[in-house]
């Protein structure tokens, strides 16, 4: 499993609570607390990349199953038609 995005977004969840707690909040709060819920982050930052990286394939399969291929079909970027005479009707 790919760790770079669970320590960094936990990194980042320190660094914005801790800026938070010196900054905004002007009060110090024991850091056991700023840890346990970094903490928190990085497992909860680790089992999205788990599922997301154990269930992007079903969700592959799923499209292909309703579009009969493995991407969505994309148009080409052809000049769109449009009509521009008088009716025929």
Do not use: H, W
């Amino acid at each position: 499993m790919d760790f770079f995005i669970p320590i960094f977004a936990s990194l980042l969840f320190f660094v914005v609570k801790l800026l938070e707690m010196k900054y905004i909040d002007r009060e110090t709060k024991p850091i056991k607390y700023m840890v346990r819920d970094t903490i928190l982050v990085f497992m909860v930052a680790c089992v999205s990349v788990f599922l997301y990286g154990n269930y992007f394939n079903t969700i592959q399969g799923f499209m292909g199953m309703v579009t009969s291929s493995r991407v969505v079909p994309m148009p080409a970027l052809a000049a769109p038609e449009i009509f521009t005479d008088a009716p025929g009707f």
